[in-house]
Every structure is written in structure tokens, then in C-alpha cells.
């Protein structure tokens, strides 16, 4: 059998920004590239000088053929890889997810791994749009709307249309993550845009009850749309996981030295 290379989108490139040893894996949404969170990468990593890695999930940042061939597994054992690839330069890693990258993010946490802890943007543990298709058969696609931004700071790279085989891949990647987030223990900062047309609010909430995490808490977004690392409150979703981190890396420090 004949393996397709696709070409990769100008833009929609992984990104490697090499620092301390404190790391973090930052991934995209479904159907986003790198390119969503790539702004939230530099401007952290030019004030705290953490190490950052952004991987492409399989299927993104090329066209709609080759997301159809990908399966949740293939998302997930993308972060997994990514994950021991920055643990190769860093003691300690964080996991941030915009999306469905928060849902890998959450999934990642739930299994075992090393991990800090967790920032989560609009993580889709739910997704009412999309919930027609779950009995639907799993040829052809659908259409999608423009990116649900506010007021963009630049143009998304993604596609205007999803197979349909994607989207129950996702379906599944939802209903296994629910399963987990108890599992989930590690710090936990939760970020949520009031005004998201993707993921409803309150499924922030119901990850935010289910995690046994000690160290948890919410922010809200007031003016962000769905896809908030691309929207207007990104000096407050930079702030937050800034003293989200500093606040996490001296809880170590002091469990360290007693």
C-alpha cells in the first residue's frame, strides 16, 4: 500500500522554542495547526524563558483527505510522543490545550504522566454542534463556518469543511476523556470564554468537578469567542498561565524542601 505524504500549510508548522527546564506542550485544537497558539508560545516564552514545544496533530495543517484518515488515538499518541520528546530537555513539563487540545490535555493528565500541571482553553468535553452525527454514517463532510473569534488577531489556518469520520472521532475522544477526569490529579488552571459558540461554558464546570486535583480554579473570559488564543484577552490568558505557573513551581519548591 502506497503511504500519501501531504503537504504541510505555510504557517501550520510545529514549533520548538528551547529555554529552561521548566517545559511546556502547548496543542492546538480540531481542525486548527500550532499557528492558533503560537502568540500565547512566544510571549511566554520571551518572559519566562520555559522551553516550548507545539506539535501538529496528525491530519492538521495539510487538507480534509488526510484528516479523514487519522483516528483519536493517533491525536493522542501525537502528545504522548511530543510529551517524551520535551521531557528529554525539561525536569518538569505543563500541558496547555486550546479546544480539543484541552481534551488530550485532560486525557494526558489521566494516564499516568509526569505532569505539573494542566491549562485548559475552552476544552471540548462537549460539543452540542456536533452531536447530530453521532449515528451518522462516516463518509463524506461537512461544512464549517468561520473560526469562532471575536476579534481575531490574524487569520486561522483550518479547513472550510471536516469529514465526517473526524468529527465522530472526536465524538469519541470526548466520551473517553469523561470517562478519566477523575484520574486527573495534578494543578489545574481552567480557562473558559463566556461567549463561546463551540463548547458551552459550563463544560468548563464539569471538568472542574470532576478532576480530584487540589489545586484548581476557573478564569472566565468576558469578550473571547471559541478559539481565545487567537481573540482579544490574550494578555489576560498570558497572565493567568504565568501566575499559574510561578504559583505551581513554588508549591514545589516548598514540598521540596520539607
Not at 1 to 14: C, D, K, L, R, S
Not at 21 to 48: D, M, N
Not at 197 to 226: Q, R
Request: proline letters at 3%; aromatic letters at 8%; one cysteine or more.
Amino acid at each position: 500500500m502506497i503511504q500519501v505524504t501531504y503537504p504541510i500549510i505555510e504557517g501550520a508548522e510545529e514549533f520548538f522554542f528551547r529555554g529552561s527546564e521548566t517545559g511546556i506542550l502547548i496543542c492546538h485544537g480540531f481542525v486548527g495547526t500550532p499557528q492558533s497558539v503560537r502568540q500565547i508560545a512566544e510571549k511566554i516564552h520571551k518572559s519566562t524563558g520555559c522551553t516550548i514545544f507545539a506539535p501538529r496533530l496528525k491530519g492538521h495543517g495539510t487538507c480534509e483527505t488526510d484528516l479523514s484518515l487519522c483516528s483519536h488515538q493517533d491525536w493522542f499518541e501525537n502528545l504522548v510522543q511530543s510529551y517524551h520528546h520535551l521531557k528529554k530537555y525539561c525536569s518538569r513539563i505543563y500541558v496547555i490545550g486550546q479546544s480539543m487540545g484541552g481534551t488530550l490535555a485532560l486525557k494526558l493528565a489521566s494516564s499516568g504522566y509526569d505532569i505539573a500541571g494542566i491549562i485548559t482553553i475552552n476544552a471540548a468535553v462537549q460539543i452540542p454542534g456536533y452531536d447530530c452525527y453521532r449515528e451518522a454514517g462516516c463518509s463524506g463532510f461537512i461544512q464549517e463556518g468561520s473560526p469562532d473569534i471575536n476579534q481575531p488577531i490574524e487569520d486561522e489556518i483550518t479547513y472550510s469543511r471536516v469529514p465526517l469520520s473526524a468529527v465522530q472521532e472526536l465524538l469519541q475522544l470526548i466520551d473517553s476523556t469523561k470517562e478519566r477526569l477523575r484520574k486527573v490529579i495534578c494543578p489545574a488552571l481552567l480557562i473558559k470564554s463566556i461567549h463561546d459558540h463551540v463548547v458551552p461554558h459550563e463544560a468548563t464546570d464539569l471538568i472542574y468537578h470532576s478532576i480530584s486535583s487540589l489545586n484548581k480554579s476557573i478564569i472566565t473570559l468576558e469578550k473571547s469567542f471559541h478559539v481565545a488564543t487567537m481573540d482579544c484577552e490574550l494578555k489576560k490568558i498570558i497572565a493567568s498561565i504565568k501566575r499559574f505557573i510561578s504559583d505551581t513551581e513554588k508549591n514545589l519548591s516548598i514540598e521540596r524542601i520539607s
